[in-house]
């Protein structure tokens, strides 16, 4: 057996602890004959791993897919890239009470704990608590960090985009975030809620009053067997792009990105960018709740009618058809009819299609996937050029939030106690990002053709009524008319997550 030692000595090291200077399986064996018998941190990985999902990179071949582009995985906060294999998370959002006392904490408290790219990707690196940082532009000027990020949605805040993102007002936002008064968000994350309570409470102890606690929201992967799955039962976090310097092997059908669509200063970021802004990336925050038994009960009222599919079949083939994916995560382009869980949960074939078949016309055919489809709208593949465009990628991070419908929800078709997404993204700019996939993309009814209607998923109209049309796979004519949104935003705030480096260089300082 060959056993490698991947001694990375980054200066962020020394803020790392011990188990980031080594990397993978064979490191954590080297290490438990090299200094006696240590106990590793975790027998367990602290995230969650479906089938459907790509796993993510060994540390070994990640850190020399780094190597090759200069990418510093000891340096870029873990939560960015690992995507949606969360277990459980708390966002913790705060204001700054006293700046001059939280930056002294910052770099002595919270630093340490600011877990890495690279330790998350073996279970023996990993901590026992996963804990990032985000600011808002209000708490970058509270640590007196006045330099322009150059992403002007960013600077302004949420709040202020309210009017832009297809939101009724203000009405359903939960109020801490209806205004400027969040400074950032801690994230923490484990596989049990009380490694996550013992790592807040230590660290609540630890900044005292240099911060105030605005808001929190607990979050949770569903329990098996939806493991991965969103409140509506689809699987979710299949299609998350992969990334140069950090991604080993590109699955079939997976976007394949250069870092700076994520990571601001990077190669494909061509944005003026502060030195210190290198390796961070945006984080967008949206609470959104699902209203899943109201959802339910559209589906089963209105079946696709299609000769050879039973009332349920068509009920579920048009959920699939409103996603663009059945419930195992199997994609309507491969699997028109009938859900197919053996392809769902294969990441080598399951992201394997552009909308484009031989004999059947791009720009009118939605026999396999309605134009409208969540996954068409937000990534439109060959619909908008081939090869598909380099912009309007995102990283999606996000966690479903509240508990699985109860049975007195389901009888009665009505939510009463609140679920949803817990959604994330992050990106080098907010109007390539979210915004365009949000605003210009899922809100506008003639996106990617005229008449196609507003994504059935989050598009939404200010609460105007929804008409979709290519639904019905027998009459791409017929429309859809969607007097309830199944999604309402609870609104949420945009933040920037830092390198760690920016942190003790910059932020606290
Ligand atoms: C409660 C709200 C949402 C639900 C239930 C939801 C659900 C899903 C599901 C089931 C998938 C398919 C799995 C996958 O391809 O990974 C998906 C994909 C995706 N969603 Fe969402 N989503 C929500 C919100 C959003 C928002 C707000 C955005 C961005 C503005 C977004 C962007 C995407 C993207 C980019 C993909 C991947 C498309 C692809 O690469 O093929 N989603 N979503
Ligand atoms: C911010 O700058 C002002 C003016 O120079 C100074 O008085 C204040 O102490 C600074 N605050 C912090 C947290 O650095
Ligand atoms: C964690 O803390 C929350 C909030 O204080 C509490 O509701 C929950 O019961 C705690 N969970 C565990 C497992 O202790
Ligand atoms: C992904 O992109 C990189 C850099 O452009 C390239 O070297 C690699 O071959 C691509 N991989 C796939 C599977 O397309
Ligand atoms: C759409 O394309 C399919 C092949 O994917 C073909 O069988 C069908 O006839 C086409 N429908 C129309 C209306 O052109
Ligand atoms: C719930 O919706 C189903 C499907 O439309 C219907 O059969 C049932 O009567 C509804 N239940 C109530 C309490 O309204």
Not at 129 to 142: E, W
Not at 241 to 267: V, Y
Request: charged share 15%; aromatic share 8%; net charge neutral.
């Amino acid at each position: 057996m060959k056993i490698t030692i991947h001694n990375v000595l980054p200066a962020v090291v020394l803020f790392t602890g011990v188990a980031s200077t080594f990397s993978g399986h064979d490191s954590a064996f080297a290490l438990q004959h090299k200094r006696g018998p240590v106990k590793p941190r975790r027998v367990q990985s602290l995230l969650i791993n479906p089938d459907a999902q790509p796993d993510l990179p060994t540390a070994k071949a990640a850190n020399k897919a780094a190597a090759a582009t200069g990418l510093n995985l000891d340096d870029i906060q873990g939560d960015i890239l690992v995507g949606m294999k969360k277990n459980k998370q708390l966002f913790y959002f705060f204001s700054i009470a006293d700046p001059t006392d939280f930056k002294g904490k910052l770099a002595a408290d919270i630093l340490p704990l600011i877990t890495t790219t690279n330790q998350l990707l073996s279970v023996s690196t990993q901590p026992i608590t996963l804990v990032n940082i985000a600011f808002s532009q209000t708490g970058l000027t509270a640590l007196n960090v006045t330099e322009s990020l150059g992403d002007s949605f960013f600077a302004g805040g949420q709040f202020q985009d309210l009017p832009n993102l297809g939101d009724p007002g203000s009405t359903n936002w939960v109020p801490e975030f209806t205004g400027t008064g969040i400074h950032g968000v801690l994230l923490f994350a484990s596989d049990t809620d009380d490694n996550i309570n013992n790592s807040v409470a230590s660290l609540e102890s630890a900044l005292g009053d240099s911060i105030n606690k605005v808001y929190s929201l607990a979050a949770a992967a569903r329990p098996a067997p939806n493991v991965g799955h969103e409140h509506f039962g689809f699987l979710d976090g299949i299609s998350n792009p992969a990334i140069n310097g950090f991604t080993a092997n590109p699955m079939p059908g997976q976007s394949n990105l250069s870092a700076g669509t994520i990571l601001l200063g990077e190669t494909g970021d061509s944005a003026t960018r502060p030195a210190w802004a290198k390796d961070g990336s945006f984080l967008v925050f949206r609470q959104l709740k699902q209203l899943v038994p109201e959802f339910d009960k559209f589906l089963t009222d209105n079946p696709i009618v299609q000769h050879g599919l039973t009332r349920q079949q068509g009920s579920d083939l048009l959920g699939a058809r409103m996603v663009g994916r059945w419930k195992s995560g199997a994609p309507v382009d491969l699997a028109p009819l009938f859900d197919d869980p053996v392809l769902g949960a294969d990441p080598t074939r399951n992201n394997d299609f552009t909308f484009q078949h031989p004999n059947a016309v791009l720009s009118k055919n939605q026999t396999r996937c309605p134009f409208s489809a969540h996954i068409r709208k937000t990534r439109p593949r060959a619909d908008l050029s081939t090869p598909e465009v380099t912009f309007g990628h995102i990283m999606r991070a996000g966690i479903p939030y509240g508990p699985e419908v109860s049975a007195h929800e389901a009888a009665s078709n009505t939510t009463s106690t609140e679920r949803g997404l817990a959604f994330v993204s992050y990106q080098s700019s907010i109007s390539g990002g979210f915004r365009l996939l949000q605003q210009t993309w899922a809100d506008s009814a003639s996106f990617i053709h005229s008449g196609v209607g507003v994504d059935p998923i989050i598009g939404a109209l200010a609460g105007a009524p929804r008409v979709i049309s290519g639904l019905d796979p027998t009459n791409a004519a017929k429309t859809v008319r969607l007097t309830t949104d199944f999604v309402v935003s609870r609104g949420g705030e945009y933040f920037f997550s830092p390198s760690l480096s920016a942190i003790a260089s910059k932020l606290s300082v």
